[in-house]
């Protein structure tokens, strides 16, 4: 072995972490969802995890044989922000479903009185490929995994990783939509729009300010809701003005209530211009007390119960073509509450957009009789 120590390293070095594995032996089967579970009752809590125990694709031929409307994929990369731990995201997020009162056999949401996953075919996509030791070389690879999602007509929600990703993810719907079509709402303790991190233009802290700098999203159609503490710096709040963006920080949220803020937030991600809407959710704007497994933990944040219906809210009045969820860390997460509550925001959104698909009446439909408009006088 040590003598092929030299070959070993080059290639590696070359591309050894994304060298397609030996396919020979594997099962001959037609394209589309194949599904894992040995059981009718598997899949949530036992056997091999999926995200809600969805059916596997593969390949882009299996999305378009299985006329999958929704791809979950875990893009499983930490190395850029100085914590680990956020690669093993996708799993705790798999596995939170483990953690949660589902019903064997139902999704049935009790807010909205409808299963997501009768109105809609949801896949697990597998998570892309990654250096685990490179953003910079894992960018151009996750940025051609989430197009080829798009491509084959599946919309693409994608569980992180550190934020750095939301850079190649956002582009890739920029490679298909066009620049400037897509409008982005960004919850966030942080602005993420440094020019850097420590020198490195791929980072968790970068991602916004390479959207913009590269013409992929112009900073007019980004808004962002639930900043506080200590950043950003004055020069990245001045740059961040200079492009337009709509930035709601928590003093307004605590001024204004949330509700107001989101329904400003939404005109202003329409109003731009953008023809095409996307969700990039940063676990770490929830507050620590109910999401405490995350990178940089920023106290006075969002409860899940204003996050869950607002999720449901944008996917189902306004509509989404992809989403993500980031800065899940397990390994920070002794009670498990951030994977369980990462797991609820992706399945509020899995909601939104079978609600959407159902042609449920807005705004901001709630079940009447589980609503109580049973027991309250109307307005
Ligand atoms: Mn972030």
Not at 167 to 195: R, T
Request: charged letters at 20%; aromatic letters at 8%.
């Amino acid at each position: 072995m040590v003598d092929n120590d030299a070959e070993i390293y080059a290639r590696a070095l070359a591309e050894g972490w994304k060298t397609p594995r030996p396919t020979e032996g594997d099962m001959k089967r037609e394209p589309g969802a194949y599904n894992v579970h040995r059981y009718l009752f598997s899949g949530v809590g036992t056997g091999i995890r999926t995200f809600f125990g969805a059916p596997i694709c593969i390949t882009p031929d299996d999305l378009v044989a299985a006329k999958a409307d929704i791809a979950i994929a875990g893009i499983p990369c930490d190395m850029s922000l100085g914590m680990r731990g956020a690669a093993q995201g996708p799993t705790a997020v798999r596995a939170g479903g483990a953690l949660l009162a589902y019903s064997p056999m139902s999704f049935r949401h009790q807010h909205v009185d409808l299963d997501p996953f009768e109105l809609l075919n949801v896949v697990d996509y597998g998570d892309a490929p990654v250096d685990p030791l490179s953003m910079d070389n894992s960018v151009p690879m996750i940025r051609q995994f989430v197009r080829e999602i798009v491509e084959a007509g599946t919309l693409p929600i994608l569980i992180g990783g550190d934020h750095s990703i939301a850079w190649p993810n956002i582009a890739a719907l920029s490679d298909v939509y066009g620049p400037g079509k897509v409008g982005v709402v960004h919850f966030d303790a942080h602005a993420d729009a440094s020019s850097s991190f420590f020198g490195h233009l791929a980072s968790h802290g970068s991602p916004i300010r390479r959207l913009i700098a590269e013409e992929h999203i112009p900073g007019s159609n980004f808004v962002q809701v639930g900043l506080r503490g200590f950043y950003p710096d004055q020069a990245t709040h001045n740059w961040m003005q200079d492009q337009g963006m709509k930035t709601h920080f928590m003093a307004e949220v605590e001024r204004y209530g949330f509700e107001r803020v989101m329904d400003t937030a939404i005109d202003q991600a329409l109003a731009a211009g953008a023809e095409h809407l996307y969700i990039s959710f940063d676990m770490d704007v929830i507050d620590p007390a109910f999401a405490p497994g995350t990178g940089t933990p920023e106290p006075a944040g969002l409860t899940p119960r204003e996050v869950f219906p607002m999720l449901r809210r944008l996917a189902h009045e306004v509509g989404i073509v992809g989403a993500e969820i980031v800065e899940m860390n397990p390994l920070v997460d002794p009670g498990y509450t951030t994977a369980l509550v990462a797991n609820r925001c992706l399945i509020e959104i899995i909601t939104g957009v079978a609600m959407r698909k159902a042609g449920l009446p807005g705004p901001h439909y709630l079940d009447p009789v589980k609503a109580g408009d049973r027991w309250f006088a109307q307005p």
